[in-house]
């Protein structure tokens, strides 16, 4: 068990840009961060803050007018698994120096081998993912078939079975074709297909959107056990924190294009560091609790064409100052105490703000409070 | 099943409006329509008084009955497979001068469009898969201007360079009428494939930019649909993606468009046959034209217009094949 | 045979050029096609209006030179009978674009009357027209045009008037065959459009119906009538052509299918006369092709993934492959 809580993968100082016609829309800058084995990574932010483009890039599946500019994904395979006698192929692949393979200069049969063997995908709308003119069975069976060909049909087809079992789905719906099952099943078929292979690494972009609550409950609690008995990598991508803060160990934010904040999913409930951050977990309701006032963040993402040089995010920010126009923020550790968080803002950096003490959540409450009241009168 | 019966039940509508249509074109013209006719032969002949009578026989305005009766009638003789004699083939009767020129056209139809099918869906696959490629690049204007040429035309220029000046193929008629006599031998059969070759190549040219372009669009949407993301995501071939995630989606459209474009192919192998004498149903038409046979003229519309209608009936049948989701009555 | 994709939103046509303005002309000119189409088809139109310009003879006045080649005297040449092919060609280009065009209004307002009203009004309304569009649709279109046309009388003239019966029989033709196919294409568009909100909002407050086909929806859907016209002009011409080859056009009038008639009966192609059955099939050919190419530029004005132009370039260390 030494593999375990060792970095699965490394992503350094991504860029991705997508190439239109009016300009560069730069929609991920320069992210880094890295993901241990078994560990849930929950990726949120709103529409446009380039997290599915980031996932995208890492799978290699991005389609063009997107193009990756800059960085690496370096993935740390299982050493020497017997799952099938695809892994021979990527020994032959690029690595870095210490094990990792460079996912990015893959070549095409190293890529096909690379890909839901090591890491596999769920996408948003199952309806979609699925192919209406084959049956469900056919599409568990075709992946199996691609990358183990050794196998009989027989064999395939009870692995079949039992992956809807897993997943909660009566074994004869193999025969089924998409849009004969609800909702929720589809989901529940895509999620099976994904953990065909066994993979490390499963990247999930909003499976639970498309349903209602319930439904979202019950694949929540599914996804999360199955991480915890089979050990599967996760990165969860959504724009509904309060998922992720039951679901994930790890929440990082994201902000055009930008990770803002990353820390432990307790760590973010507790004291949120970023502005945003803070301003997004106010922006849904909870059940229990004070009555508050509902705060949203006012303002518009910013146009990904033309990003000034400093914080993105400094327009909306109640606490902005001068220093926040013109120097674009690291990520830095916010409290020595607490080295795991790490936030992208200058209120964190006592050179900057000439001051000891950092905003705690009254602050930010008050200050969104005044920055509401403003923008009514 | 149910909607293969609404099918069904539709193109019995479509036989009924047909069936209709010529019961009532002759007598829209104003006037006596044998006079009418007969104005229109300009004296090319001349025309006896009997001549007269007969025409108005022929046309069924003989009689002083009022219109429901003549419909009934008509109706009638129709069931019994009636169609009247016709005249430029006199005594033969309408039904026995289709009968023998009909399987000519069926012949030369079926393969040339089921050649042109595969080839140009293929080809619009293929084309679709490599976007921007040479192919993306040279086919669609190239294939947009052959469509545009009127088929005749086409069939006059290959007639003429591949006819005439290479001698490569024969140019008229449907099979050597000097040597080979019609049956089932071998030199009969061999030249019948002989002289079929220039009026198929023409059809097939003449409707390959209809299989080619629509399938190329419908492709290039299909293409980035999720699921054929997730399939490259599987790590699957890339034969499979392209054929059973993506062509297999994109080609639905395609199966529905020939159905609608199946009475333009049928206009256009009709002129083709004019062109090269060949002896199908085209031909049998243009001669009746010509020759003011209205009888013919009308049994051979007649004809055509069921022709189609099995035809489309046919590729409703394809589709609910093809797409999972017709057969549940969602369309 | 005709090739477009049937989704074509106004909006996306114009909101290629937001930042130039909804000029025409701009329109016109940013799309390849479109630009090539348009000159091919304005050619045609210009030689039909300047015909008296371009020749001095009389296409249907006989003359004592039988069947010579192209020459300085006559630029196309002669038929058996001793007119000007050339004459025939610029002249017989007003009757043939007339026909198509006029046929093509003709049928463009009977897809609207149709496609709106059933797509609109729904319900039975929608059923009954729906039946006829079909039916008119699986009926073969050129047989039917051939047993109209040969039933109708088509030389002389109309009344006391100069229009020949021929021509006015013709359009008919046409117009009756051609429209059901956008007709079912507009029918489509316009139920996706009724959904929408404004067209509620046009209900609630107060418009007639009538009003809300022809002011609200009509509107919006223009890039796609004007697409179903330029198919249906090919449809047309097409068949005009092969109408007149079959001698059931007005055959005393000099048009490009008449001249094809002639030709053929006068068993030109096997004598070698190609001056006279190939230039008349090869203006058909380009102005169809042009029409075409037209409509092929609107569908990539308003889809703009069927373009297919290469992406941009961008500089050379930059470029990092992440394609699938």
């Known amino acids: 068990m030494s593999q375990e809580n060792e970095v699965l993968l490394e992503v350094n100082n991504i860029c991705v840009d997508y190439i239109a016609s009016n300009g560069i829309v730069h929609a991920v800058r320069d992210v880094s961060f890295q993901l241990r084995r078994g560990e849930i990574l929950g990726l949120a932010g709103e529409s446009g803050s380039g997290k599915s483009t980031l996932a995208y890039a890492i799978a290699r599946l991005l389609r063009p007018p997107a193009l990756i500019t800059g960085g690496s994904v370096f993935y740390y395979p299982r050493l020497h698994e017997s799952s099938g006698n695809g892994e021979q192929k990527l020994d032959l692949a690029p690595q870095n120096g210490r094990g990792g393979i460079d996912v990015l200069h893959l070549t095409r049969a190293q890529l096909q081998n690379f890909r839901w063997q090591e890491l596999s995908i769920v996408f948003q709308s199952a309806m979609n993912a699925l192919n209406p003119v084959l049956t469900v069975g056919t599409q568990i069976i075709d992946v199996l078939e691609a990358h183990q060909p050794g196998r009989s049909a027989h064999t395939r087809k009870k692995r079949a079975m039992e992956l809807l079992e897993i997943v909660g789905i009566a074994p004869e719906r193999l025969n089924s074709f998409p849009h004969e099952l609800s909702g929720g099943m589809r989901q529940r078929v895509v999620i099976a297909i994904a953990l065909a292979l066994h993979p490390e690494l499963i990247i999930m972009d909003e499976p639970t959107t498309a349903l209602d609550v319930v439904v979202q409950r019950e694949i929540l609690e599914l996804i999360s056990s199955l991480c915890k008995e089979l050990g599967t990598s996760l990165i969860f991508i959504t724009h509904d924190l309060s998922l992720l803060l039951e679901l994930a160990d790890e929440v990082a934010v994201m902000y055009a294009g930008k990770i803002v904040e990353r820390g432990s999913q307790r760590a973010l409930l507790e004291h949120p560091r970023h502005p945003y951050t803070y301003g997004l977990m106010n922006s849904f309701p909870t059940l229990h609790g004070p009555r508050r006032r509902m705060t949203g963040i006012p303002g518009s993402p910013p146009d990904l064409r033309n990003m000034s040089d400093g914080c993105a995010f400094h327009e909306r920010c109640p606490f902005a100052f001068s220093a926040c126009q013109s120097v674009n923020p690291e990520l830095r550790i916010v409290v020595p105490e607490q080295p795991d968080q790490v936030a992208a803002c200058h209120l964190y950096d006592s050179r900057l703000t000439m001051r000891q003490e950092i905003p705690n959540a009254s602050t930010f409450a008050q200050g969104y409070e005044l920055q509401g009241e403003r923008s009514k009168a | ?331 | 045979m005709q090739v477009t994709n049937n989704e074509i939103s106004t909006e996306a046509v114009f909101s290629q050029e937001k930042g130039r303005g909804n000029n025409i002309l701009v329109l016109l000119v940013s799309n390849k096609k479109l630009l090539i189409g348009s000159c091919m088809v304005a050619f045609f139109i210009l030689m039909a209006i300047f015909a008296p310009v371009l020749t001095h003879y009389n296409p249907s006045n006989f003359s004592n030179d039988l069947s010579f080649p192209p020459s300085a005297k006559h630029w196309l040449g002669t038929t058996t009978k001793g007119e000007d092919v050339f004459a025939q060609l610029v002249y017989g280009a007003r009757v043939s674009l007339l026909i198509g065009f006029v046929s093509a209004i003709g049928s463009s307002l009977l897809q609207i009357l149709f496609g709106l009203s059933a797509g609109y009004f729904g319900g039975a309304i929608d059923d009954v027209l729906s039946l006829i569009m079909n039916v008119f649709l699986v009926l073969p279109g050129l047989p039917l045009a051939i047993v109209l046309s040969s039933f109708a009388p088509t030389q002389g003239f109309v009344a006391s008037s100069t229009i020949p019966t021929g021509f006015i029989v013709l359009t008919l033709v046409l117009l009756f065959t051609t429209w059901s196919y956008g007709a079912r294409v507009l029918r489509a568009q316009t139920m996706s459009l009724r959904e929408r909100e404004f067209v509620t909002a046009a209900k609630a407050s107060g418009e007639t119906s009538f009003r809300i086909i022809f002011a609200e929806i009509l509107p919006n859907e223009i890039a796609l009538v004007v697409s179903n016209f330029v198919t249906t002009t090919v449809y047309t011409i097409l068949a005009e052509v092969a109408l007149e080859y079959l001698g059931l056009g007005d055959t005393a009038v000099s048009s490009w299918g008449v001249m094809l008639y002639w030709a053929q009966l006068n068993q030109v192609f096997l004598g070698g006369q190609w001056w006279w059955f190939v230039p008349p099939g090869l203006c058909v050919a380009i102005i169809c092709a042009g029409l075409t190419f037209i409509n092929f530029g609107i569908d990539e004005l308003a889809n703009p993934r069927l373009r297919s132009d290469k992406m941009p370039k961008i500089k050379k260390q930059k470029k990092e492959g992440a394609v699938a």
């Open chain 2, 1 to 331: 099943m149910r909607y293969l019966l609404r099918r069904i039940g539709f193109y019995l509508i479509a036989l009924w409006a047909s069936v209709t249509m010529n019961f009532i074109i002759p007598r829209l013209m104003p006037g006596d329509p044998a006079e009418a006719m007969i104005a229109k032969m300009q004296g090319q002949q001349t025309v006896t008084a009997y001549q007269l009578q007969a025409l108005r026989v022929e046309l069924g305005v003989n009689t002083t009955d009022p219109l429901p009766v003549q419909y009934w009638d008509y109706l009638n003789n129709l069931a019994h497979g009636n169609l009247g004699l016709s005249s430029v083939n006199f005594p033969h009767t309408v039904v026995s001068v289709i009968g023998e020129h009909l399987p000519w056209t069926i012949g030369l139809m079926a393969v040339a469009v089921t050649l042109s099918f595969i080839v140009g869906t293929l080809v619009g696959i293929v084309t679709a898969w490599r976007r921007g490629g040479v192919l993306d690049s040279t086919l669609p204007p190239v294939l947009t201007f052959i469509s545009a040429i009127p088929y005749f035309w086409m069939a006059l220029a290959l007639v003429y360079t591949l006819g005439f000046l290479l001698n490569w193929f024969p140019i008229s008629d449907g099979y050597d009428i000097y040597n080979t006599s019609p049956g089932f031998n071998l030199p009969f059969l061999l030249s019948v494939l002989r002289y079929g070759c220039l009026p198929v190549i023409t059809i097939m040219l003449g409707s390959l930019a209809g299989w080619v372009l629509p399938m190329r669009n419908t492709m290039v949407t299909t293409l980035s649909e999720d699921y054929v993301l997730m399939a490259q995501a599987k790590g699957l071939s890339e034969r499979r993606v392209m054929i059973s995630y993506a062509a297999r989606n994109a080609v639905l459209p395609s199966v529905t468009s020939f159905s609608m474009s199946l009475a333009l192919i049928v206009g256009g192998s009709l002129l083709t046959e004019t062109v090269f004498n060949y002896p199908g149903i085209g031909l049998t038409l243009f001669s009746a034209v010509e020759g003011h046979d209205y009888g013919l003229i009308q049994g051979c519309f007649l004809v055509i217009a069921v022709t189609v209608l099995v035809a489309n009936f046919l590729s409703d049948l394809l589709y609910t094949a093809l797409d999972p989701r017709v057969r549940q009555g969602r369309s």
